[in-house]
Structure formats: C-alpha cells, structure tokens
C-alpha cells in the first residue's frame, strides 16, 4: 500500500484544528485522534473512488516452471499481460514476425500513393491473431489482492519477459496535489474528527458550573458529522472527486 507522507499529514492535522476553531477556544482531539481521522479519510477514498487509482505499465521476467510472482504493495490489480510473442517461443511459429520489418520489405509501400503497405500490414494482424487465438498469445491468470501474488495458470517453460498492465494506488502526495480529492479529504477527515468529539462529548449531558453548569451539544455535532459524512459519500457516487463516470452498458 502506499506509504502515508508525514509532511501532507501533518498541513492537514493543521488545517483539521484551524476549522475546529483552535486558538479561539481550546479542542479536545489529540494528535492520535487526528491522525486516525485522516487515516479514515484517505482509506475511504482509496476504497470508494477510482481517482484514488492510476494505470501504469511495468515489465515481469517469467521463469521456468514458476507461475507464482509477488508484485509491489501498490499494485491494486492486473488488467492484463501481453507477450512478445506466442507460446513463449524465442523464434520460430509465427512468434518472432516484426510488422516494421514487413513495412520496410513491402515493395508497394515503397511507392508514393500505393496503399500496399496497409494490406499486408492488415494481412500480418490477422495472421498473428489466428496465430495467438491458436497457440497461447493471451495468457490466463489470477491476482490475489491481499497477499499481492500474481498466478500464471500456464506453466512457463522458457525465461520471458512480458508486459502488465496494471493500476495501482496513488501515492498520498498526488492525492493532495489533486484538486478534487484534496477537498473531499479535508472535509471527509474534519467531519470523522468532530464525530469523535461529539462520541465523547455525549457521554455527558453537562458539565458542573457555577450557574448551574454548561450543556454540551454532543448529540448535535454527531448528527451534523453523520449528516456530513453521508453526504461526501455521495459525491463520491456522483463521481463529483474526478472519477470517471461509468460509460453506457447495453443488455
């Protein structure tokens, strides 16, 4: 998982105690509660929002007789794994055919306004899908989340590098520097902290004063913190954090 960043964390533990009215009146939440406050923030958006997501691209040397790999902390899923070639073949079998090289080759391309080029470059996809649909292009696997372990269901019998695509977690200083996430942090973490003031200011009704003592608003400022909570949850729903919304599904 991402590696939380003291500096970020500490700006918004200021900004929490500036709108909770600190150097006005004295607060009761302690640096603990405040940190546990933004470790709720973050966690909900990591776990609501696909802004809190980015897609990369990183390179696996597959070994021999090895199906299981462990990737980094920060890889939330695989989407895909594309090879070089077909059936982990160094040459030979249609594997190692380079287009450019056919491009180059292709006497027609050569000539200006001659449309040559692109059918023998249509004739080398179609030949390399039949090819992949028939001999393994496309390899099938698992990705366990928890544990961050990659399964090859196919057995690899030659070293060979392939592509993932994956989508990992966004590290918290991009979260931060984020114009619509940095909002919905801010707020998300303020109401968990007044949540936890209006826990423990609930346990009593008032405190003992010289005029008869000092009602607490307790019950209040939990209904406004739920209230508030609820609401950033739906914005998150309504993908107003930077998400992409969700295209059209037919069927």
């Known amino acids: 998982m991402a590696t939380p960043n003291k500096k970020i964390r500490t700006e918004l533990a200021r900004q929490i105690r500036l709108m909770l009215g600190e150097g006005m009146i004295d607060i009761e939440p302690n640096p603990e509660h405040l940190e546990l406050a933004i470790d709720l923030a973050f ?73 040559g080029g692109l059918s023998t470059y249509d004739f080398f996809a179609q030949y390399q899908e039949t090819v992949g649909r028939l001999f393994g292009l496309h390899l099938n696997f698992k990705y366990d989340l928890v544990t961050k372990k990659l399964t090859i269901m196919r057995k690899p019998t030659s070293p060979e590098t392939v592509l993932l695509k994956l989508y990992n977690e966004r590290p ?30 609930s346990l009593f009704s008032q405190i003992p004063g010289p005029q008869g003592g000092t009602t607490l608003n307790g019950d209040q400022m939990k209904a406004d913190a739920k209230e508030e909570l609820e609401r950033l949850d739906l914005q998150l729903s309504n993908y107003e954090d930077g998400s992409e919304p969700m295209s059209f599904v037919i069927g």
């Open 43 to 115: 966690d909900r958006f990591r776990q609501r929002s696909a802004n809190a997501n980015e897609e990369s691209y990183g390179f696996l040397e597959l070994q021999p007789n090895v199906q299981d790999y462990i990737l980094p902390a920060e890889v939330k899923s695989v989407g895909e794994i594309y090879r070089r070639g077909v059936a982990g073949l160094a040459t030979g079998g249609g594997s190692y055919i380079d287009p450019f090289n056919l491009a180059y080759t292709n006497l027609y391309l050569l000539r200006s306004g001659d449309s």
């Open 172 to 201: 918290e200083e991009h979260l931060w520097a984020d114009d619509f996430a940095k909002p919905w942090l801010r707020m998300y973490a303020l109401a968990q902290t007044k949540f936890m003031m209006a826990e423990a200011r």
